[in-house]
């Protein structure tokens, strides 16, 4: 399986400040995905991270407060801006390997748990 | 660990007794469905995923059922262990490789 680390693992933030999570993935991959998690709650799909181009954003999710990145076909970047304690959550990266392309399984980080004060 | 899973519904089930997960899901189109376990403080981890072309997968001690008459799925496991006490959810495609989740059950395992 594709190993992917998330860094910062979990931060605890003050209001207004902004933070950058990176994903690295050990192998390529097609698809690079970015969901929150909220407290007790399901995954939320943020945005597709696209390679060398701007991020694809799901309804609800805008740019400016979650700026994303992907230079490459195995890191990334979500920053959570200005942040405020409904941000809370747990952020995680998920991938799509080559070897799984034509399915649809999604592999995941062990998340960053961001505390929002 | 985190509260993975404080708010939502919990299934109770006595260890060694099997535990069936149910999940509804509303895109009709979807082709793709999976079914992750989600322990606490760690990311999902998968455990079985089924086409649309098909009504049953098995694997080792679990099998999915998909109904797409009434858009539903359920995950069964087989003499259930204190092991599998995590939350399960539900996944379906949701175009351009994406995964779209249900809102999960907490399955609680009792000796």
């Known amino acids: 399986s594709a190993v992917i680390s998330q860094k910062p693992s979990r931060d605890i933030c003050q209001r207004g400040t902004s933070l950058t999570i990176q994903c690295q993935v050990d192998s390529q991959v097609t698809m690079m995905f970015w969901y929150r998690q909220q407290p007790g709650q399901s995954l939320t799909l943020i945005a597709t991270?696209?390679?060398?181009?701007?991020?694809?954003?799901e309804s609800g999710f805008v740019i400016d407060k979650f700026p994303i990145s992907r230079p490459n076909l195995t890191f990334s970047t979500l920053t959570v801006s200005n942040m405020s304690p409904e941000d809370s959550s747990i952020y995680l990266c998920s991938v799509t390997p080559y070897w799984r392309s034509n399915t649809g399984e999604l592999f995941f980080g062990e998340g960053s748990r961001l505390t929002v004060l | 660990g985190e509260s993975v899973g404080l708010h939502l519904p919990t299934l109770s089930v006595q260890e060694g007794d099997n535990s069936i997960i149910n999940c509804a899901y509303s895109n009709s189109a979807s082709d793709y469905f999976i079914w992750y376990k989600q322990e606490s403080g760690k990311g999902p981890q998968f455990i079985i995923d089924?086409?649309?072309?098909?009504d049953k997968r098995q694997g080792q001690r679990v099998t999915v059922l998909l109904n797409k008459t009434v858009k539903h799925l359920s995950l069964q496991i087989a003499a259930t262990q204190p092991g599998d006490s995590a939350v399960y959810f539900c996944a379906h495609s949701g175009g351009y490789n994406k995964l779209i989740f249900g809102a999960g059950t907490r399955l609680a395992v009792h000796p």
């Open positions: 089924i086409r649309s072309n098909m």
């Open positions: 991270a696209n390679q060398g181009s701007e991020a694809t954003y």
